[in-house]
């Protein structure tokens, strides 16, 4: 296998991964070659290039980011060519194994990792002025960002019906209603709990008043890769009627993030996030939440969508 082309990578690997000091140059060549693939690199002959195409020359950054002293590895690249204004972009790599990385981030962009933790898992933002999201961990999934930035909505705001009027919140919802949007929702209670598709959790609600006509809404959120994939999740919308009865109104697999632009009767829109650079904009139009765009996380992250 020749790797001549990835020699200095090689040698800056045992920065991101100090395990690998006592093995052979071939191992580590290996181990070099397997970060650069799951980061999204190939190699070419003596090249290695990136997502464009183009000749890049990456170096790896170890940093403990979940705190099990064992060093994930940071790899950036530079290329205004490629990323466009962000200029640059980083994968995060997870070694699971002998030359077998796991990639739980990649963001266009510069890379500032963040004091809080979510899950365990450093959080991080982006380097630059204006709102920056900020990115957290998320198992199954790896790093997703759930709350977009202002100007992230404005492609919206001329289409979208306005919002009603702000209604005053549903005191906290008592048991009755809660047992009733679990069974709306599909799931059943087996000793006490509601087990999500990954048996070793639990399915979670947050009940709150959605379309603003002073009724409680939940949404149901299950957990589990079976079911749901690199996702490792799926929601279910539930409301309550004017009879009183619970009914659901939709669901889907994602991490839904309630936009404050709205469709048919004052319903929100809807992000619905997962791994990857695209997600579809969700909107209500009386009978299913539809998409209406899909948005891009960076410069040409929705090509051929």
Known sequence: MKLGGIVAF????????PALAQTTPAERAREAAAMLTAA???????????ACGRPVQPRPAAVDLNGDGRAEAIIPDVDAACYGDKGEAFAIIQRQGPA??????????????????????????????????????????????????????AADRRTAAPAPKAATPPPAAPAA??????????????????????????????????????????VV??????????????????????????RRLYGD???PTFLPTRGAGGWPDIENGGPGFCHPILRWN??????????????????GR
Not at 40 to 50: H, K
Not at 289 to 302: D, L
């Open 10 to 17: 090689s040698a800056a690997v045992l920065a991101a991964a």
């Open 40 to 50: 999204g690199f190939q190699i070419r002959g003596a090249q290695i290039v990136n």
């Open 100 to 153: 077998n990385w796991a990639l739980v981030g990649k963001t266009y962009g510069r890379l500032r990792l963040l004091e809080t933790r979510t899950n365990g898992w450093r959080d991080y933002t982006l380097e630059g002025p204006g709102c920056q999201r900020t990115w957290t961990f998320q198992p199954g999934q790896g790093y997703v960002s759930l709350k977009p930035c202002p100007s992230d909505l």
């Open 177 to 218: 209603d809660r047992a009733a949007a679990f069974r709306a929702a599909g799931f059943t209670a087996v000793r006490g709990r509601y087990p999500a598709c990954d048996k070793s959790q639990e399915v979670s609600i947050e009940m709150r008043d959605l379309n603003g006509d002073g009724r409680p809404d939940a």
């Open 221 to 246: 959120t299950d957990y589990g890769t079976e079911c749901f994939g690199n996702t490792g999740q799926g929601f279910v919308i539930v409301t309550k009627d004017a009879s009183g009865a619970w």
């Open 253 to 255: 697999q994602g991490i």
């Open 286 to 303: 009386g009978r299913d939440y539809a998409v209406v765009r899909m948005k891009a996380e960076s410069p040409g992250g929705c090509a």
